[in-house]
């Protein structure tokens, strides 16, 4: 199948620009006779592409300049580690929304104390918590939270103004919307839902909270050690930043952050407004208020169609519409590069569906 309309979770859609441009250039980047992956990474060629990718990722997302921006590996995942072991002293709040959330506290678990600031988990996560139901505590590291909740379908909207630096997970939503850089103290993105391939993640650093950053630690694991060498201590994932930086070349290309923000809530809405107008046919897991623009889930009232329904979307050229397995259902995740036209022929689809089963 040539066309395919890829609603997958992550890895996800790629602009289809980035990776033409990247077939152009895959044997001879910029007339070196070589690919990228074949570049020394201490190389002036190299050297570019790092650099093209971090101007571009301060531009876009206007990152005041008080803030490191670092390319790690171990996914986000290993994030949820580093960041209590890096600054996890007399205790850390933890916001919990959803299994990554959770994900998270277990790790800083293995460094110190926790306490949970709030936590949707009774409701089945599908409501974020009200900015005045979260509780803070003087003696917090930092607070942490999810800013986007892949498996549930659901999103901050607003973000809490806490006392201690904020550190949030932005896996899944980061350059979907601006948001307030300077509102959070270190903020972390696997690479593969909105940036580029895996194997890379962001992470935004102020410098006042890397400062508290503990010292004695194994370098691979410290992020000083990536600030003071540019995130080249060792051999960076060449070619996921690489493709990064041809991603958010299209961004900019296609208007920015504004744009892709108004894009990306009109691809929601018609999500939405399918499901809402089903007559119970369809029925939205998340809390209305609490909807994500990223990852819109929903079951069908009759269970048993979901395979049915999963099997004819396979059939009209629809990839990854399962929900995830820890909730079942469905899931669109309709991330940047995610076509309105795809979100058009979904709600086409899931409304001939209905006509079908109902
Ligand atoms: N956090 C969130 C919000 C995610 O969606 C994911 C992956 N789906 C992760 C963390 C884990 O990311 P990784 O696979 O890069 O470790």
Known sequence: ???????????????KQALERAQKELVNFDGTGMSVMELSHRGDTYDRIHTHAI????????VPDDYHILFLQGGA???????PMNFLDSQATYILTGAWSEKALAEAKHFGKTVIGA?????????????NQISEHAQDSYVHMTSNNTIYGTQWHAFPNTKAPLVC?????IFSRRIPVNQFGLIYAGAQKNLGPSG??????????LQRAKSGLPAMLSYDTFVKS???YNTPPVFSI??????????????????IENRNKAKAQLLYEAIDESDGFYIGHAAQDSRSNMNVTFTLANDALTSVFLQEAKEAGFVGLNGHRSVGGLRASIYNAVPYASCEALVDFMKQFKNKHA
Do not use: C
């Not at 199948?1 to 602009?15: K, R, S, T, W, Y």
């Not at 571009?56 to 206007?62: A, E, F, G, P, S």
């Not at 995942?77 to 960041?83: R, T």
């Open 1 to 15: 199948m040539n066309d395919v309309h890829n609603f997958n979770a992550g890895p996800a859609a790629l602009p």
């Open 55 to 62: 101007k571009k990722i301060r531009k876009l997302l206007d």
């Open 77 to 83: 995942s290993l994030q949820f580690p580093m960041v």
């Open 119 to 131: 936590s949707g988990k009774d409701g089945n996560y599908k409501q974020i918590p009200a900015l």
């Open 169 to 173: 997970d932005m896996s899944s939503d």
């Open 200 to 209: 890379v993640t962001l992470v935004l650093i102020q410098d006042a909270f």
């Open 230 to 232: 540019n995130s080249l």
């Open 242 to 259: 690489y493709m990064l930086g041809l991603v958010l070349d299209w961004l900019e290309e296609s208007g920015g952050l504004t744009e």
